[in-house]
């Protein structure tokens, strides 16, 4: 894996991915691989108004300590990442849950279209909250085909199958996942025989595998966006005329097609080409480095000591872009915005890290490049909300606007499909007139086996790995 959790606690930041990847956690419903939602630990669910839900737990399922899963304890580990998790109110703005036996009824704060597809999120991975507290973050007990037999931080985490799992014993004994951030390094341990599946192998490696009779290759498009976000606390950055500089100065559709091989395809805005709310509806952004210029020369822009960057008021149009490693593509996107808006004048000082989560937080960028899922809910909503609305929990930017903000307590309660997404498809315009963030490429998603391995398939929404049905030759 190129990427790994700060620890195996699925309520705290996104470390729920990983336990899901690993096959130790489940929750209450699961989306297909064309995003349709299915019953997983719920079998069953009935929305008895616009704001109460009734699900029944599945009979018969038991934790990987052997204590019975009831709605008790679904209800008792919804709480718990509530608690924990700022992100996890968010998504799952939950007034009351009530449990009797098997039947476990949830009221919403206010009517709440989402609350399916985010019950799907791995934040929402139910565990057992009985079991010691300091067993969490490296041994969480879940309800899922594997449990952890080891965890090693930064390292590895072995799983063991879980004999007792509720739908049928895995096919495989352990499975061992390695943090191998490096992307030729992970690709090298693939062809070598050190692994035997390798995930997100990048543009410049990929063709390694495509085409060869010895690995299996699954490709598909993501739900991701690789954007730039933009600290409008910064002096230049809370001109709109550099911030539309920015946007017509960056040549997507070489990115995509040149930089990364075609692995990718350009964005206009926050959501995939293939989403239903997502670009065909859209006016973005094409490369006009000449209307950039103008633009910032109108705008009193001006380069008076002739050293190739551009001042106002005395100081130079200087911005720092924070980018990470474990993405492969994001340090040559980085170089490439570097190279392209000195052409238009503006200096970009690149300032690498392994994780920029720390960056985010305090607010210390101008620019941070990073790969989102846009669309783990199969909605717009959360994405929406999450990163754009005033005060959002990855709103990192510092974006605010009244209308957007509107559409979006609209969007909340709309039932109907068709407006959910004009709704969707209007905020998103906007957030596009104002450059709130700079939307790059569409990546695609890879996984790469041996040919031995089997019943292996890539999800659109990412944290479907691991399952029973997995197998090894």
């Not at 997502?278 to 020369?297: F, M, R």
């Not at 305090?362 to 899922?373: Q, S």
Request: overall charge negative.
């Amino acid at each position: 894996m190129g990427q790994f959790p700060t620890n195996l606690d699925p309520a705290l930041e996104f470390n729920g991915w990983y336990v899901f990847e690993f096959g130790v956690g489940e929750t209450l419903v699961k989306f297909t691989d064309t995003m349709q939602i299915e019953p997983l630990l719920a079998d069953s669910w009935n929305r008895l108004d616009d704001l109460t839900w009734k699900f029944h737990i599945r009979q018969g399922v038991k934790f990987q300590d052997g204590v019975d899963l009831t709605a008790e304890a679904v209800k008792s580990s919804i709480e718990r990442s509530l608690k924990l998790n700022p992100r996890t109110a968010e998504i799952l703005p939950i007034a009351s849950m009530t449990a009797n036996g098997q039947d476990l009824t949830l009221t919403t704060k206010t009517p709440y279209e989402e609350l399916l597809g985010n019950l799907a999120d791995p934040l929402a991975i139910i565990v057992d909250t009985t079991a010691k507290t300091d067993t969490f973050a490296q041994a969480p007990i879940g309800t899922g085909p594997f449990k952890v037999q080891s965890y090693s931080e930064n390292k590895q985490v072995v799983v063991e199958k879980n004999e007792d799992y509720w739908g049928g014993k895995a096919l495989i004994d352990v499975a061992t996942f390695k943090y191998i951030k490096d992307n030729n390094t992970r690709s090298m341990a693939l062809q070598n025989g050190e692994i035997d599946v390798a995930n997100n192998i990048s543009s410049s490696n990929i063709s390694l595998y495509e085409g060869n009779s010895n690995y299996n290759v699954d490709k598909i498009p993501s739900l991701r966006i690789i954007m730039a976000y933009e600290n409008l606390s910064n002096e230049f950055l809370k001109d709109p005329a550099v911030r539309k500089a920015i946007a017509l100065g960056v040549d997507r559709e070489t990115y995509a097609q040149t930089l990364l091989k075609g692995t990718a395809v350009a964005a206009v805005g926050p959501f995939p080409a293939s989403l239903p709310f997502g670009a065909k509806k859209l006016t973005g952004y094409s490369y006009d480095k000449a209307a950039a210029v103008k633009l910032l020369a109108d705008a009193g822009y001006a380069d008076t000591d002739k050293d190739g960057i551009l001042e106002k008021n005395g100081q130079k149009l200087e911005l720092r872009l924070a980018v990470y490693t474990t993405r492969a593509e994001l340090p040559v996107l980085g170089e490439a915005i570097q190279s392209q808006l000195k052409d238009i004048g503006i200096s970009i000082k690149l300032e690498t890290y392994e994780s920029v989560a720390t960056v985010l937080k305090n607010k210390n960028f101008d620019l941070c490049l990073y790969n989102v899922n846009t669309a783990t809910t199969g909605d717009p909503q959360s994405f929406l909300t999450l990163y754009f609305k005033t005060g959002g929990s990855a709103n990192y930017g510092g974006y605010s606007n009244q209308e957007v903000d509107a559409l979006l307590k609209k969007l909340g309660s709309e039932h109907n499909t068709q407006v959910r997404y004009d709704l969707a498809t209007q905020a998103q315009q906007i957030i596009l007139n104002d450059n709130a963030d700079l939307f790059l490429v569409t990546p695609s998603l890879n996984l790469i086996s041996k040919k031995t391995v089997s019943g292996l398939k890539m999800y659109p929404v990412e944290y479907y790995l691991l399952n029973n049905r997995v197998n090894l030759e």
